[in-house]
Structure formats: structure tokens, C-alpha cells
């Protein structure tokens, strides 16, 4: 099990690596996570979630359709959020960066350091998590570790997003690990696997749904009348059952018009879950950083570092 969890988070790292130096200007966003999602595969592991990547206001949960046209700006706040299954066991990780270009185009100076700060805020976040994990370690004191490093900068962390426990196939597994003190007092196990991710922002530090649906979850069998509906369904029985999968999987297989037919049929019956992107409350700059972690007995190892 450690073995499949350390194995999954050095592709992911690895991954990762590669896939922040594409982030420039004038790139495309569905270049970036075909290239996340196919060096997955082509590692011999399996995708544990679409490739998320998120820009600016947007926290998370926004992945390319098929056919997406955004293009990366100089200066974008870009959270890139992967996750490989090795075995079923998961390793969850994002960093955020700046879109290379000329910034100055955009944005002036001081903006600029300000949305540094703001990535360097979660970064802190997260080193000051990591470092009060142990086995007995109260949830809540991760919490406060993460809104004390962030408030060091005078930036709010995002209250209502949290990290995540992790279990074979299942990529939310039950346990919340919050980003301020939430008052749990879980305390964590020995052997536990959790993905921690601070999010950062100069705005209220809530998010709120945004619209469109571009990543959804299997939930429940349910009958459907059209043919290709039932299809697609079975489709993701076959190959999504357990962790979330991208509408733009669906479409590529079955054509963007009855892919997508299908897609709001399965979410109206509540046969998958779509999830909505999520948006700063005040459009403000969000970014992320997130790491997976194996809790020992004095500590943790960082699988995805
Ligand atoms: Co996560």
C-alpha cells in the first residue's frame, strides 16, 4: 500500500514539474491537461480526477471541455491540480504560477508582488500544515497552523474548501481537513493518507459556484429511456465508477451534441454528480498549493513532493 502511494506521488510530482513550464502566455488550457492526463496513462497509472486547472478568481473544479479555446494570459494566477491511482491509492497534489509573458501588460508592479504574495501565502499554509501532522494530531490544529501562516500575509484563506482523507478508489474518503480552525477534533491515525490544500486569496476567502459543469461523479444506476443515454451511463459504470471523471471524456467518445445530452440527463436524475466551478465571492486572486501525505507515528511522509 505505502509502496503504491509513493509510487503514485513521484509521477504525479514528476508530472507536475513538467506540465507548470507550459504555462505561458498565448498556451492553451486543453493542451496542458491532455499532456497532465495522458503522461498519467502513459506512466501505467490510472487518472484519480480530471486535470484541474483553475485561473484566477476560479479556486477549482474548472478542466477543458472538448474544443476549449482559453488561452493562458501573462500574469495569470493558474492552479494546476492532478492526481494519479496507483492501485487504487491516490496522490493529490497542486501548485499555482504565474503565466510567463509580459506581466507588465497586464498588471502593474505592485500588483504583481501582490499576487506573488498571495502564492507564496499558500505555500506557507501548507509547509505550516504538513509540519503539525502526527498520528493524534487534532484536525483543527491544522486548521489554525493554515489561517495563521496565511493571515501572516494578510490574506484570507479559503474557509469553505478543505483537503481531503484518501482511501483505495476513493478520493474523498470522509474526513475534511480544514483550512482554519473549525473546532474538529478528529484526531489523525497512524497510516492515514490525507491530501492537504491550503487555498490563499486577497479576497473574503469564500467561494461560491460559478457556471457550467465541466467534471462530474458516477452515483447511482438509474433507468433512462434514450438509448444513448443509457449508453453513456454504462460507459462510466465500465470506466469511472469511483473517482470523478471530465465531460470532455464523454463527448470525445459519444460527439459533443449527444455527449452533452446525456451529461445533463444523468445529473437531472442524479445518476452523476456535476460539480460547478468554484469562484472567489469577491473575484479576488485564489491560489492553491496541495500536497499528499501518509501520517506516521512523528510525522508524515510527503508522497508527492
Ligand atoms: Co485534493
Redesign the pocket.
Known amino acids: 500500500m505505502m509502496e503504491s502511494y509513493i509510487q503514485a506521488g513521484k509521477i504525479v510530482s514528476d508530472i507536475r514539474s513538467e506540465a507548470s513550464k507550459m504555462i505561458k502566455d498565448g498556451a492553451l488550457v486543453i493542451d496542458l491537461v491532455e499532456y497532465v492526463e495522458s503522461e498519467i496513462l502513459k506512466r501505467g497509472a490510472e487518472i484519480a480526477f480530471p486535470c484541474n486547472v483553475s485561473i484566477n478568481e476560479i479556486a477549482a473544479h474548472y478542466t477543458s471541455p472538448a474544443n476549449d479555446k482559453t488561452q493562458f494570459k501573462a500574469g495569470d494566477m493558474v492552479k494546476l491540480?492532478l492526481g494519479a491511482m496507483v492501485d487504487g491509492y491516490i496522490a493529490?497534489s497542486a501548485v499555482t504560477v504565474l503565466a510567463e509573458g509580459n506581466m507588465d501588460e497586464n498588471y502593474t508592479q505592485d500588483e504583481i508582488n501582490l499576487h506573488e504574495e498571495i502564492i507564496e501565502a499558500s505555500a506557507a499554509g501548507l509547509e505550516a500544515a504538513i509540519a503539525t501532522v502526527r498520528a493524534g494530531a487534532e484536525l483543527s490544529k491544522i486548521g489554525a497552523a493554515v489561517h495563521e501562516a496565511i493571515g501572516e500575509y494578510n490574506l484570507n484563506p479559503i474557509f469553505n474548501l478543505t483537503?481531503?482523507s484518501l482511501e483505495q478508489n476513493n478520493l474523498h474518503a470522509g474526513i475534511s481537513i480544514p483550512n482554519y480552525d473549525n473546532h474538529d477534533n478528529y484526531k489523525l491515525d497512524e497510516g492515514q493518507a490525507i491530501?492537504i490544500?491550503p487555498f490563499a486569496t486577497n479576497g473574503e476567502g469564500i467561494v461560491n459556484d460559478a457556471p457550467g459543469h465541466y467534471i462530474f461523479a458516477y452515483l447511482a444506476n438509474k433507468p433512462f429511456r434514450m438509448k444513448s443515454t443509457q449508453k453513456v451511463l454504462k460507459y462510466i459504470q465500465t470506466n469511472n465508477p469511483y473517482v470523478p471523471f471530465s465531460g470532455r471524456w464523454i463527448t470525445d467518445e459519444f460527439g459533443e451534441r449527444r455527449g452533452n445530452i446525456a451529461l445533463k440527463q444523468l445529473s437531472e436524475a442524479m445518476a452523476i454528480y456535476p460539480y460547478a466551478p468554484l469562484r472567489e465571492k469577491k473575484d479576488c486572486f485564489v491560489s492553491q498549493k496541495?500536497h499528499t501525505v501518509v501520517v506516521e507515528k512523528e510525522g508524515c511522509t510527503v508522497t508527492t513532493i
Open positions: 491540480d493529490d483537503g481531503h491530501a490544500e496541495e
